[in-house]
């Protein structure tokens, strides 16, 4: 039988094999997959960038710590400039083991007898208890018993003291039952040595 030249011819493309388009198909999964040494290479990266930010982070501190040093000896510097200088003899009261190591304060004595004591970072006490300043004689079993005060929402308080400070080797503030006691029978924050005082 004669062709039809108006049929269709089969087509003579030839199509790709089944073997073919599976491992096409497999070497597109294997450029999309996740390549481990991509993955260390990224996790490295970030643990490199963690490790500068500490390193400045680290001598910030630093700086810091070396600024505050600096303006407590500015602050050392003054107050010895002020007890040589002026009519009042000026004692940092510091803090003890039971205090908050920020808390401090001065006790400001003058030669015409008065004198003043400014306390900072006290913590806030519960109800029915009180601040009380101490004198520290020679006899440490008896203290004299100084003023009672308060301190505000910043931990910070103050009240006139007397500056007739002879015979007397130290300073405290303690906490006291409300109404201040006798002796000391709350813990002490803060202490001073003021055997030199020229009260």
Same mark, same amino acid.
């Given at each position: 039988m004669a062709n039809d030249p108006d049929s269709p011819r089969p087509s003579t493309a030839r199509q790709p094999s089944t073997r073919k388009r599976a491992t096409e198909r497999s070497g597109v999964a294997r450029r999309t997959s996740t390549d481990p040494r991509a993955l260390l290479g990224a996790i490295g990266a970030i643990a490199a960038v963690a490790l500068i930010g500490m390193l400045i982070w680290n001598v910030n501190l630093r700086?810091?710590?070396?600024? %505050?040093?600096?303006? %407590?000896e500015t602050i050392r510097g003054e107050n010895a400039s002020l007890r040589e200088n002026a009519n009042a003899t000026v004692y940092q009261l510091l803090p003890t083991e039971d205090a908050p190591q920020n808390a401090h304060a001065q006790a400001w004595f003058s030669i015409q007898g008065s004198g003043v004591l400014s306390v900072a970072n006290m913590p806030q006490l519960e109800e029915g208890t009180t601040y009380q300043f101490w004198y520290v004689t020679d006899s440490p079993n008896a203290p004299i018993p100084g003023g009672t005060f308060s301190v505000d929402s910043n931990g910070q308080g103050f009240m006139l003291i007397p500056a007739d400070v002879d015979g007397v080797k130290s300073i405290a503030v303690s906490i006291e039952p409300e109404g201040g006691s006798s002796a000391p029978t709350g813990t002490v924050l803060l202490s001073s040595d003021v055997s030199d005082a020229r009260g």
């Amino acid at each position: 039988m004669a062709n039809d030249p108006d049929s269709p011819r089969p087509s003579t493309a030839r199509q790709p094999s089944t073997r073919k388009r599976a491992t096409e198909r497999s070497g597109v999964a294997r450029r999309t997959s996740t390549d481990p040494r991509a993955l260390l290479g990224a996790i490295g990266a970030i643990a490199a960038v963690a490790l500068i930010g500490m390193l400045i982070w680290n001598v910030n501190l630093r700086n810091d710590v070396s600024d %505050l040093r600096g303006e %407590l000896e500015t602050i050392r510097g003054e107050n010895a400039s002020l007890r040589e200088n002026a009519n009042a003899t000026v004692y940092q009261l510091l803090p003890t083991e039971d205090a908050p190591q920020n808390a401090h304060a001065q006790a400001w004595f003058s030669i015409q007898g008065s004198g003043v004591l400014s306390v900072a970072n006290m913590p806030q006490l519960e109800e029915g208890t009180t601040y009380q300043f101490w004198y520290v004689t020679d006899s440490p079993n008896a203290p004299i018993p100084g003023g009672t005060f308060s301190v505000d929402s910043n931990g910070q308080g103050f009240m006139l003291i007397p500056a007739d400070v002879d015979g007397v080797k130290s300073i405290a503030v303690s906490i006291e039952p409300e109404g201040g006691s006798s002796a000391p029978t709350g813990t002490v924050l803060l202490s001073s040595d003021v055997s030199d005082a020229r009260g």
